[in-house]
């Protein structure tokens, strides 16, 4: 197997200008939109032999399992799915390839130094509006494909790769699931946005809830517009926030010493935090008058297999007891606005598939690599927690990302070039018959 491997990556090397050409136009055809991107997967999915469909949706009525979000944070737009399916040649297991076309909206591309639609290579980073994140894994996973197939190396099992909307709550590869995909095995394609390229691979991700707690408060009864003399006969909405901010604390405290998690206990040394990140009240122009409602937010991140049910229950609980402590909160009790939520999982790192993608790595880039456990949310937990399917995820080394606020976003035309051969490697070691 390691020599086959060396013969995917001498295959690939031997056609990067090919590779990396073909990326660029997937840069160049993003400036239409994203039925444009979905267009040329389909096309080129079509010209190395797979049959592809396409798969209509609306986002808002995918079902949710074990994750929520808000109607405002999701797209209201229509979307489509396109899933390219080349049909195995014998008895190998099947497999997902997925990643999605839709990149952050248009703005700002005025502080480019590069065109954002020309896919220019410069210092050996080829730059583009949502290259890596992530046309570079919607070309990757037919590239990878038709790599293999060039070599006259079929898959025995089949393979699916799927270019599905992900961005604010698409849920693309949950609406496909659901619809009836499955395979033994999955893997998300997606640049690495830790800055360290395939020298890692994503087989853990923790679990987040995005929540906001509003604090009531009450006016002193006065008309006067200067309140700071009666400020004693009303309710300030931040001081009984802060009883609540006190018990959002305590219980991260608590989880902290609770919860534990070997991958992220090495990591970080801890495995769950509480982050209390926003905080909203009066008015700054009008210090005189006292603040009838103060809003605190705060993300509450947590390893797999903690429930995402249980979480919030225990937000909920510790919200619930702080109030009863309170006379005026009993009374009043603040109110917990759910804005996001996601479960978490892992695939062990024994698992074959983790093996067959370490492997391929290191027969491709000379380095074995290792499992981070610090992408928290990530969409690799969807096939897993929808289906059961263990799922991993790899990318190459990437850039000042537009989604992170950066400008001439990139991904290392090299490492794209790998990373297709890596894909290949995979395919072939985990689609191969079990009896050759």
């Given at each position: 197997m390691p020599h086959m491997i060396g013969r995917i990556r001498d295959e690939a090397l031997a056609r990067s200008d090919e590779i990396v050409s073909a990326l660029q136009r997937y840069v160049a055809v993003g400036a239409q939109g994203e039925a444009a991107v979905q267009r040329l997967f389909a096309d080129t999915a079509e010209s190395i032999g797979c049959t592809v469909t396409s798969h209509a949706y609306h986002p808002a009525d995918v079902r949710m399992v074990e994750e929520f979000a808000g109607?405002?944070?999701?797209?209201?737009?229509?979307?489509?799915?396109?899933?390219?399916?080349?049909?195995?040649?014998?008895?190998?297991?099947?497999?997902i390839l997925f990643a999605h076309p839709d990149g952050e909206p248009v703005t700002g591309t005025a502080g480019w130094k590069h065109d954002p639609f020309a896919g220019t290579i410069e210092n050996g980073r080829l730059h583009g509006w949502g290259v890596a994140d992530d046309l570079s894994g919607v070309a990757a996973g037919v590239q990878a494909l038709g790599l293999l197939l060039s070599l006259n190396l079929r898959p025995a099992g089949d393979v699916f790769i799927a270019s599905t909307p992900s961005k604010r709550h698409a849920r693309g590869v949950s609406h496909l699931l659901q619809s009836g995909l499955q395979a033994d095995a999955a893997a998300y394609l997606h640049p690495a946005e830790s800055g360290?390229?395939?020298?890692?691979?994503?087989?853990?991700?923790?679990?987040?809830?995005?929540?906001?707690?509003?604090?009531?408060?009450?006016?002193?009864?006065?008309?006067?517009?200067?309140?700071?003399?009666?400020?004693?006969?009303?309710?300030?909405?931040?001081?009984?926030?802060?009883?609540?901010?006190?018990?959002?604390?305590?219980?991260?405290?608590?989880?902290g010493q609770a919860i534990r998690h070997p991958l992220l206990d090495r990591q970080v040394g801890r495995s769950t935090n509480l982050m209390l990140s926003y905080i909203a009240a009066g008015d700054p122009k009008r210090l005189f008058r006292l603040a009838e409602r103060c809003t605190l937010g705060a993300a509450l991140a947590f390893p797999p297999p903690e429930p995402l049910s249980q979480v919030c229950a225990a937000?909920?609980?510790?919200?619930?007891?702080?109030?009863?402590?309170?006379?005026?909160?009993?009374?009043?009790?603040?109110?917990?606005?759910?804005?996001?939520?996601?479960?978490?999982a892992e695939?062990?790192?024994?698992?074959?598939?983790?093996?067959?993608?370490?492997?391929?790595?290191?027969?491709?880039?000379?380095?074995?690599?290792?499992?981070?456990?610090?992408?928290?949310?990530?969409?690799?937990?969807?096939?897993?927690v929808q289906k059961g399917i263990p799922t991993i995820g790899?990318?190459?080394l990437c850039g000042d990302l537009s989604q992170n606020g950066g400008t001439d976003e990139w991904v290392d035309a090299g490492d794209h070039v790998r990373f297709v051969a890596a894909i290949a490697g995979l395919i072939h070691q985990w689609c191969r018959d079990p009896a050759s």
């Open positions: 109607d405002a944070a999701i797209d209201p737009e229509p979307r489509t799915s396109v899933v390219a399916h080349y049909r195995g040649s014998g008895n190998g297991r099947s497999l360290v390229g395939m020298k890692e691979i994503k087989a853990f991700t923790s679990g987040q809830v995005e929540f906001r707690i509003v604090v009531e408060g009450r006016q002193p009864p006065t008309t006067e517009p200067l309140q700071t003399a009666f400020a004693h006969q009303g309710i300030n909405a931040i001081d009984k926030a802060f009883i609540v901010w006190r018990a959002l604390k305590a219980l991260d405290a608590k989880r937000i909920e609980e510790a919200v619930a007891d702080a109030a009863r402590s309170d006379p005026w909160l009993k009374d009043n009790p603040p109110m917990i606005i759910w804005d996001a939520g996601v479960t978490g695939v062990d790192a024994e698992h074959a598939l983790v093996s067959a993608a370490r492997a391929s790595v290191l027969g491709v880039c000379g380095m074995e690599p290792r499992i981070n456990p610090m992408h928290t949310g990530s969409d690799i937990r969807v096939p897993h790899f990318g190459p």
